[in-house]
T-cell receptor
Framework: DAGITQSPRYKITETGRQVTLMCHQT?????MFWYRQDLGHGLRLIYY???????DKGEVPDGYVVSRSKTENFPLTLESATRSQTSVYFC??????????FGSGTRLTVV | TQLLEQSPQFLSIQEGENLTVYCNSS?????LQWYRQEPGEGPVLLVT?????EVKKLKRLTFQFGDARKDSSLHITAAQPGDTGLYLC???????????FGKGTKLSVKP
């Protein structure tokens, strides 16, 4: 089915561990984004990508790494998870013409 | 830092009432989008407004973009329980046109 898929939906990890959140889209949209959503802060942009092999920092990039070797995939890696990275993470894609399409999110808890 | 302020933050009304949600900024945006988010899901695009003064209607929802493209409003007529959710405004800015989001208005419509 066409769409944007995030995995896992839920993840619990320990402080200091590396964890990767996956995002896959089937529309061949050029742009992809990672946001985190926290109470009191709303949605904040972590990283975005304009095309394969092109990525750039957003508002809150520290502690995160992204890659985009293929147009359809945009994984987000937390190199050494901290409790402050407990959040709901949303991936989105866009062709810049018709707004953003969001995935269903990954709820990450760092203990 | 670009800021979008939404008001009110919370709104609880009875079915059949009318309501208006506001989205304000001191910055000019090239376009403004409204999204609706239900619990456990990602935001879903409702509308994009581009031209200052533009008004768009989507059934019982009316969206307006301010003349100066700094603010927007969402008006819902005869609210229904199915309208319950988090309403987010998002402004496109900068050369990349990335979106920044307001913190949202949480609407609860009671039958």
């Amino acid at each position: 089915d066409a769409g944007i898929t995030q995995s896992p939906r839920y993840k619990i990890t320990e402080t200091g561990r590396q964890v990767t959140l996956m995002c896959h889209q089937t529309w061949s949209h050029s742009y992809m984004f990672w946001y985190r959503q926290d109470l009191g802060h709303g949605l904040r942009l972590i990283y975005y990508s304009a095309a394969a092999d092109i990525t750039d920092k957003g508002e809150v990039p520290d502690g995160y790494v992204v890659s985009r070797s293929k147009t359809e995939n945009f994984p987000l890696t937390l190199e050494s998870a901290t409790r402050s990275q407990t959040s709901v993470y949303f991936c989105a894609s866009s062709d810049r013409q018709s707004g953003y399409t969001f995935g269903s999110g990954t709820r990450l808890t760092v203990v | 830092t670009q800021l979008l302020e939404q008001s009110p933050q919370f709104l609880s009304i009875q079915e059949g009432e009318n309501l208006t949600v506001y989205c304000n900024s001191s910055s000019v945006f090239s376009s403004l989008q409204w999204y609706r988010q239900e619990p456990g899901e990602g935001p879903v695009l409702l509308v994009t407004v581009v031209t200052g003064g533009e008004v768009k209607k989507l059934k019982r929802l009316t969206f307006q973009f301010g003349d100066a493209r700094k603010d927007s409003s969402l008006h819902i007529t005869a609210a229904q329980p199915g309208d319950t959710g988090l309403y987010l405004c998002a402004g496109a800015w900068g050369s990349q046109g990335n979106l920044i989001f307001g913190k949202g208005t949480k609407l609860s419509v009671k039958p």
